[in-house]
C-alpha cells in the first residue's frame, strides 16, 4: 500500500515561514490529485491547498497569497507546501492527501 510521509513542521514566529514536504512511497502525484489539510486542536479538519495532477492548483480563502503548493519536478514522489507569513491561527497537525490516504501529519506552532 502506498504510503505517506509529512515533514517539515516545527515552531516558528509570526510572519515567518516553513515547507513542509509530503513524500509518497510510490509515484502518484503525477497521476492523481494532492492536497493538504490541516487540524487544529477542537476543529474539524479544513482543505488548505490542492495540486492536480496537471499541476492546477487551489488554496483556501484564508491562505490564498499566503501558501503555494508546488510538485518536485525531480522526485515524481514529493509535494510541497510552503507556508509565508504565518499567523497563529494557521498553527494546527498538517496533513498530506492523496486517493484517499493521510500521512501521520506534521505538527505546526505559530508562536512567539
Known amino acids: 500500500q502506498v504510503q505517506l510521509v509529512e515533514s517539515g513542521g516545527g515552531l516558528v514566529q509570526p510572519g515567518g515561514s516553513l515547507r513542509l514536504s509530503c513524500v509518497a512511497s510510490?509515484?502518484?502525484?503525477?497521476?492523481?490529485?494532492m492536497n493538504w489539510y490541516r487540524q487544529a486542536p477542537g476543529k474539524q479538519r479544513e482543505l488548505v491547498a490542492t495540486?492536480?495532477?496537471?499541476?492546477?492548483?487551489?488554496f483556501a480563502g484564508s491562505v490564498k497569497g499566503r501558501f503555494t503548493i508546488s510538485k518536485d519536478n525531480n522526485a515524481k514522489n514529493t509535494v510541497y507546501l510552503r507556508m509565508n507569513s504565518l499567523k497563529p491561527e494557521d498553527t494546527a497537525v498538517y496533513y498530506c492527501?492523496?486517493?484517499?490516504?493521510w500521512g501521520q501529519g506534521t505538527q505546526v506552532t505559530v508562536s512567539s
Open positions: 492527501n492523496c486517493i484517499g490516504l
Open positions: 510510490e509515484s502518484i502525484f503525477s497521476i492523481y490529485t
Open positions: 495540486v492536480t495532477s496537471g499541476g492546477d492548483t487551489m
